[in-house]
């Protein structure tokens, strides 16, 4: 995935806090161009706030090890090739403290702004709809769907269309979730999906779970690579899947 990286550090002042550390940290990044904040495509809700761009996320309490924060270039709504962007980076926490029934965020050393250039990669839209799927009766591990002591119920199936791996992982679009079966149908699709031109990006089944979804199967490619997996217009079979049917249409960015 295509994306803007930036390294910073954070200084908490325990003097004035009297605490060796935070009992809760969040991060908070913005972007402004041209004095105004910038725009987000809204499909990427993490993201947005009010339509701007908005990163927000609660941090590990280990303030020794590096934070590493990805920006996708897809979401930002930004002209192609180079941009100049002022970034306002904080770290705010919030008071717990007994004797203060409300709640408040304290500001931490180190609120920054800094002004970057980058040069933002052409895009490319897409829309997708899984019509069908249909699991087999075990999962990867060779269990029951939805497995526990007693015994294994059939799985709540959804699809999703999902981008990058790790800190840089972003579901795109999640399907309605079938209750308890072995096989489903939908009928709506996803939006137009924006992403940077040759991001790879993942179709999968899922078994729905509280917790996190276990994945049945999915495939994986740029988007001319899937566009060709659905020029052969027939049902597949794959990795916990017996039958697997989508279609795919590039559209104009």
Sequence with gaps: MRKLSYYASLCYDTIFHLRKRPTTLQLVISLNANNTPVKCENSFSKYCKNGAFYYKKDLILDLNKRKTVLIPFYILKLPQGQNNVLLSLSAVMSDTSIFDSALKNIKIIGEKSHRLTFVKPPVEKFNLLVSGAKLMTTDFKGKPWDYNFFSGSAPDICWKVTIGRGDCYSTLYKSAVTKNSYSAAWLDGTYDITISMGDEFCVGVYDDDPMSD?????????????????????PMSFDRLSYFSFMINRVAP
């Design 214 to 234: 276990d994945l049945a199967g999915s495939l994986c490619g740029n988007l001319s690579k899937i566009l060709n997996f659905s020029t052969k217009k027939q």
